[in-house]
């Protein structure tokens, strides 16, 4: 029996039906669920944007997409055909009302044709100075009148400060309820990120242990190996407070310090995820030079080969301002985790691509081992690795075989290539496949992104008032700068990372 969720039929129009995202993400994403069998018998895909395109050159496009970025390999022709049918484009001046109108029209056709009345998603995968104008056009057209029917999905970034995305939250208030409202963090689709909800809040021997009498510290670390690529001109306005800090890095400590939610209800998981938002100790101009560092990458190696600094990366600014790199120490003030820090760092061009959260336990409270048996003495640590390495490690400590008590730290490692045979979906399919279906849990709320926005603001504004004299201030291949090292070594710590064989 098939027990997967029924989707209603549904509309798809991607504004931005040319651009990066549609071909690298939502196209494939699309398409696997149609392999897996979770679209509905009645879709329909109406990319749009200003190149001339016919239905059937689009259609070519995204195929040559397919195959080069599915993770499913290239499209099998049967299968491709079937699924190609309802792939339309419409060339579009999203500033024309004209064109809002021709989606009304194409919608009552499809609404005709099925005898039914089709959910319609409207994607916003354009640049976010587009989203204003859209929204409002769209809901000028009268798109989007029915709440349980329309659904508008709004890319990152939401916002470029606080004062910005009040306004973006503004101005589609006005036009949508909050219900229709998809803002995406593609982290928050992620197999793993799923998981760690999971994790926690499925198994009873976690919870005793989830608070500050038995967690010393966390560490929150998101390193890529790549550098800006061709994103200079959006980087440059960006930086890596507003590109990872703000939403990924921040929502993923969501997840590790929130407290258990009564049930799995969107709003009750995003009650309480803004519940942590709101605790965070908010940082004075002094606390920002103490417990925040900025690094820029500067010219190296990666993998044999010589690779530019970030200041010389194309359409960056020659004396560019911009931070690769950041760490910054949080602490989260409420009964659980009062005195915990959370150590977050996040940076381009870094020694290994990895996004891992550790938990480091207390150490025991009195060691009954002689000095010797404890030389390479470890505290328990759990290891969240959510990418590449999909895997949760809990490192204790063992007796080493032999005549002679010798401790050390072995691994007991779920990881998911060796558990499960199937392939773990990529985030824009559940993302997707969540909004066909209604449910808000992996989205941001419009309260979340705000408190996010106030949490960072002072970080921003004090970086910006105050340039970095020293940039750039770390090599290509490297962890980053000598100061985030300092930073978190001030209290007796130091960064975790997990060796690219596993092994720690
Ligand atoms: C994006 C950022 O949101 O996330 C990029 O804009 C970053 O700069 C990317 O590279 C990282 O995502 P992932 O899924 O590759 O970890």
Partial sequence: MDSKIKTQPTIFVIFGGTGDLTSRKIAPALYNLFLDGWLPDQFSIIGTGRTQLTDDQFRENLLNDINQFSRSGKAVKAKWDEFSQNIYYQV???????????????????????????????????SPNLFPIIASNISKAKLAEDPLKTRIVIEKPFGHDLESAKELNKLLSGIFDECQIYRIDHYLGKETVQNIMAFRFANSILE????????????ISVTEQLGVEDRGDYY?????????????????????????????????????????????????????????????????????????????????????????????????????????????????????????ITIEFKDVPHLVFPTEAAESWQQNRLIISIQPEMSIRLQVQAKRPGLDMVLNAVDMVFDYKGTYNSPAPEAYETLLLDTMLGDQTLFMRGDQVEAAW?????????????????????????????IAEALIARDGFHWFSLPANGKK
């Fill in 236 to 356: 440059e306005g960006a930086g890596a407070l507003r590109d990872m800090i703000q939403n990924h890095l921040l929502q993923l400590l969501c997840f590790i310090a929130m407290e258990p939610p009564t049930s799995f209800n969107a709003d009750e998981i995003r009650n309480r995820k803004v519940d942590v938002l709101r605790a965070m100790r908010k940082f004075s101009p002094d606390d920002v030079r103490n417990s925040a560092v900025r690094g820029q990458y500067g010219k190296g190696w990666m993998q044999g080969k010589e690779v530019p600094g970030y200041r010389e990366e194309q359409k960056v600014a020659p004396d560019s301002n911009t931070e690769t790199f950041a760490a910054i120490k949080f602490f989260v003030d409420n009964w659980r985790w009062q005195g915990v820090p959370f150590y977050m760092r996040t940076g381009k061009r870094m020694h290994q691509t990895a996004s891992i």
């Fill in 92 to 126: 579009s001046d999203v500033k024309d009302s004209e064109t809002y109108k021709e989606f009304g029209k194409r919608v009552e056709k499809h609404n005709t044709d099925w005898k039914t009345k089709a959910n319609v998603i409207y994607y916003l995968a354009v």
């Fill in 208 to 219: 005793p242990l989830w608070n500050r009498n038995y967690i010393e510290h966390v560490q």
């Fill in 454 to 482: 106030e949490l960072i603001m002072p970080i921003l504004s004090t970086w910006q008032a105050k340039k970095s004299l020293n940039f750039p201030n770390y090599s290509a291949d490297s962890w980053g700068p000598e």
